[in-house]
């Protein structure tokens, strides 16, 4: 079974290091990393990209098994994110079926986009855009170089670059805390790695990815306004993915992503910016609700709808 990073034991070590309550479990053809989230309407489990499931039957064992868990943890509804399953386009259809409900909002990405790793590094080359190409190959010429760090004491270089970035445009980072806590729990774990591009010796840009054995996901990144005409962020991810590729990993995931046909979405700049390395998008069926103490969900559900109700009007 191909399973998200959100859904590892590593993850649940961060995550249980951020103070979260964090239940897994596992059973044939399927496991589970749910964590415990309050509201001022009580609790509810939140299972990002998972649960992780072979196939339908699996998942429906796994979605038994979560509400039970529910029950016994005093949670209303569960929250999960079905990535794994092979669902297709019958998605909405099968799981409106095993009694799920579509959330208001996805909390995590909807569409993805994804690099095959298999591929020999020409045909990885081949397939980007001649920009990126040609910036990774050449670049060095104008004096960056890139290395690879795994001390979590480094990751000031990558929040300083954030700082600026949410100064300058209309982004909100993670958190300091959120992010210094990732680094530490999960680089000396093997599962994060900060990427650092430099000229002549002086950070310009940096990025960290996230790691499983078969994939890295290509999590935060932020580059130095100054230096912003040497592009330095395109050959950084190149050098992410051809990292990977040595390190015996078959995807490089590049996150979320808009719709190719909505030109106006807020994600749609940094959405061409991940195509152009070449790649194909991957659409999972968003996020769906399990509803375990049905009056309490339905108290939830009519107090979202009345504050949506108040902020339009």
Known sequence: MNQSILQTDRWADFQRSLGKTVLQADGAGWSYLAIREKTSL????????????????ALTRALAALRDEARANGAHYVRVEPVSAGFGGTASELLTGLGLRKAPLDVQPRLTWKVDLTQD??????AMRPTSRNLFRNIHKKGVTFETLTDPEQIGILLDFLHDVSERADFTAQSDDYLTQASNSLMPAGSAKLFVARLDGKPIAAALSYDTASARVYAHAAADNAHRKLNAGIPLVVTMMMDAKDAGMSTFDLWGVSPEDEPDHKWAGFSRFKRSFGGYEVAYPGTWDLPVNRRMYFVYTLTRRLRDYVKRA
Request: aromatic share 14%; proline share 14%; hydrophobic share 30%.
């Open 121 to 126: 590094r020409e045909a990885l080359l081949g």
């Open 42 to 57: 009580g609790s509810y489990l939140y299972v990002p990209y998972g649960p992780t499931a072979a196939d339908g039957p």
